[in-house]
């Protein structure tokens, strides 16, 4: 089998040679056989190789008696070896020409079956000569010991167990048999094997074991008993296999794998043999089977498989309730009240202290039947037989049976929400400081209600005006009137002048709006001022205004008038622009086309923005950065951008009549009194409705501020309370304004149903003024 | 009933008793206490006569019982308590009430006089007795402060400031009975509210409303006069009556509101109050500002006491509150004194004693405090009808005060009895 394979495969070797020349030789294996067929020079080494690894064995034979032992001569052993094998076991004698290599590996190969014959019959002859030796040699020199382990060596390769050691006929015996004889065997011809003579004691042996330095490799065979010297092959051999390697030193374990089996699909069938016959016939053995199952199938003997149930499978849910798992009904059991059990007052023949005494019974029968204690009386009874039949027996097992029946079934579990906790959570007031708290200081002057106040830029000075008929100006930081102005009817709004190089106050009165400069604060400021209007050249062409503008002269001048606009209608409201150049007027006239008009102070300019208006105006309100314009009116606010002179916003307020309104100092937020007590928030970016509805007074309110700067607004209502809200916007978008009430004012006196008037803020400080009906300005810090 | 071991002791020598704890009751109040002082000293000293007595427990005087007293400070009652006990600060008598026609915004005195501003437009002077002297007219507008520069001789010089935004420097003469505008000082672009003098009384510092503060020099001169006479003979007429116009010699900004108070620590330090809620300390040489106290209300006044180094301040809201100065972390207050229940507009240091102000307020009470006493002022004076707007207290004793009542109300204070007859 063996050259039929690897020749194939030598084959497919030389392939892949000629396809890849260059590839180096991995498979030395086949190359050796490759060599064989044909490869002259890689051969001699590859064969070389070959047979020292596979007939070293031999070599020790051979070599009996050789001079060398050195590689050469080795090789020299196999060849002659192989070429051999009919020659007789002569050692010196042959030189064979490493030319015939080729041939005589061939040869050696044919006749390899044959080795283990030669092998004996070498054996035999090493016997003979071991026996002739045998009583001479006194000291095995260590060319022979190596003989000797050769040979055994050899010996042991090939021993097996029906094979006997020829040299010693006594078979597989233990030696120590042959213990106190003087031979240990016998040989083939039946003589006796002599021991080797042994007089070594252990003083001899001890030398020996000091001075010869081969002691260590000196072994005694015990079929013969001779003193063997181990060769260093067989030295190195005995470490190999101690060490657990391989015995062959050219042995390579860890060659490459050759996967016989490859994924390459060859051309030619790994063995040649033609398919039987009978894998072309049906077989014979599995028609009968086959008939045979046809058969029982066809009596009836075989059914085919039974159909599945389809009837529904039921299991009740309730079986394996776990009695005490807290899912089940149980968490809900209730027991039943338990009676009370009986007690001594209900022996025949009670304890006397139970007994009730007279007073006692007298007081029971008083009372009702649900408040008594007992529901009978305990009664003695001289005996058992004495007792009559219980009358309340019935009585009393309808009672049980009620209260079975009325006792609760069920633990209900109920939601304790504490209704605090659905108020949404806002600041404390208290960490929202500052904010007006008290009332600090009361103008006193005015003797009918103060309508109107106003502050100064600067927050020195207060203007208000009243029903009396005057404008007071009053010093905020001591309550003191400085100024005292009298005008020709009951005073309806004052609007101090925003700007602070301007030093005017806007007086509205029946249908008059004056400006007037006060004369406080800064000198140059005021005289800048009186200069700025008396320095005002009528322009060439005079346009046709719905408003007459005069120079105040006279008495009216001495008091600080300096003009007069006269409107052909009532004004009720005024109110200046940021800048301070524009002042607008409200004239409420429901379906009038003049309800607003713009006052332009430097060029005495009067405009009528709106060719109709909705409604009856409210109040109006400049947007403090923007050009917008906000217009109040009973139940809308309308926001109109003046440079586009369109209608931008129309908030609904949400309430029947809107009373005041005030722009937030950022323009986005607008908040709204009205008379049905709500104060609505407008945050213009977010709708047209309220952003919330505060219902804080009890009454209509008349009045709503903002604060310059602080993060507060104040609202002041028919109720005499001013009320002061935290009113926080935000720069982020995202966040909506925070609200917060924090302070109920109360300080001013109910008049004729009126409460305050009017609120306003401190332009700096945190103090909130509000007039009132009582004829008093009251200012709260 | 409880007894508490008390040991009594004093700083007077006149009133030495031993040192022995004695076992009081512990519901004993003030009288209780002093009515065992006597009795000891009564004991010791044979013409001794009754005294009233008031009584420190750790620096705090005694108001309530003894033992509440205790609890409320957390003394132990087990260990013996000290206490110390001075002669009873006897209640101020009034003395003198002078009327004005108007408003009175307000008042300085000296030794001898005593000058008011009021909002009739005039400064007043008058005599301790009450009686008017001289009255000082020349401002357009109502005069917010008053005060005296230097007295020498019979002349003197004083200073009124305005709403008309002017400070006219005048000299007075005493003698002669005559005025003079010296100078009229112009430069402030609001009502000039406060002003003060500085130690060595050669310049002065005014606050105003227009966030302000400017110093001026406070020694009059002729020669702008001279100069002046040859180019402008029709100014001249206007120099006679108001007097020359003098220019600041630094102006101080800093402050974000109004100033309303302003005060010489010493010679080269300057304190001014604001609305803007601050208290601010500045180098009067270069008007750099030096430190910042931050309250959180609108101050309204301030006084310096040099003899316990303390500011007192009363702002919008109802308390009296002292300041360290000195103290870096300036928000520091170190103590509130809490009676009154409007904003205090006055506030003034006893310049003799280290422990007492005087403070006026808007709900018409003038209230005597001593700082040891926090809770409760020693005394109230409820004397006037409207609200007080100025206070004063003189070297020698006298407290002044004046309101919207049109009303100066004197008042001779000696801390106690023996003081007064000394």
Redesign the interface.
Known sequence: MRPTHSGTMSKVKNKKRNLEENEDEQLPIFDKDGGKDGHLDDGDEDQGDLSDSEESVFSGLEDSGSDSDDEEEEEDDDEEEDGTEEKSSDVEEDKAADGDGDDQLSAKEVTEPQTDGQHSKENKKKKKTAGKEGGEESVVSARDSGLQTSSQVDEYEHDTSDEEDIRNTVGNIPMEWYKDYPHIGYDLDGKKIFKPIRNKDELDEFLDKMENPDYWRTVQDKMTGADIRLSDEQVDLVHRLQEGKFGDVNFNEYEPAIDFFSNEVMIHPVTNRPQDKRSFIPSLIEKEKVGKLVHAIKMGWIKPRRPKETTPQYYDLWAKEDPNSILGRHKMHVPAPKLKLPGHEESYNPPPEYLMSEEERLAWEQQDPEDRKLSFLPQKFACLRAVPAYSRFIHERFERCLDLYLCPRQRKMRVNVNPEDLIPKLPKPKDL??FPTTQ??VYRGHSSLVRSISTSP???WLVSGSDDCTVRFWEV????C?KTVEVGGAVKGVAWNPNPSICLVAISYDDTVVLLNPGL????VSTATDQQISSYEEPEEVKEQPVQWTVAEGEGHEQGHRLILKHPKAVRQVTWHGKGDYLACVMPDNGSSLQVVIHQVSKRRTQNPFRKNKGLVQCVSFHPIRPYFFVATQRYVRVYNLIKQELTKKLMANCKWISSMATHPGGDNVICGSYDCRLAWFDLDLSTKPYKVLRHHKKALRSVAYHRHYPLFASGSDDGSVIVCHGMVYNDLLQNPLIVPVKVLKGHTITHDLGVLDVTFHP??PWVFSSGADGTVRLF? | MSQVQARFFTENKKYLVDDVPFSIPAASEVADLSGVINKLLEANHDGHKHVEFDFLVRGQFLRTKLANHMETENISTEEVVEIEYVEKFTAPQPEECIMHDD?ISSVEADSEWILTGS?DKTARIWSMEGKAVMTVAGHTD?VKDVAWVKRDGLSSLLLTTSL??TIMLWEWNSERNEVKARHCCRGH???VDTVAVDPSRTKFCSGS??KMLKIWSAVPTVEEDEMEEHNRPRKKQKTEQMGLTRTPLMTISGHN??VSSVLWMDAEELCSAS?DHTIRLWDAETGGQKSTLTG?K?F?CISYSPLCRRLASGS??RHVRLWDPRSKDGSLVLLSLTSHN??VTAVRWSPSHEHQLVSGS?DNVVKLWDTRSCKAPLYDLAAHED?V?CVDWTENGLILSGG?DNKLYTYRYSTCVSDAGA
């Open positions: 400081q500052p600090s200081l600067s927050g020195q930081s001591t309550a003191r400085l604060g800064d000198r140059l700096t400080q810090t | 408003w909002y109502v008309d935004q672009a609001g009502s409303w227009d509101e109004a609305w959180n609108v309204n919008t809201d409007g904003w808007l609200k707007l919207a």
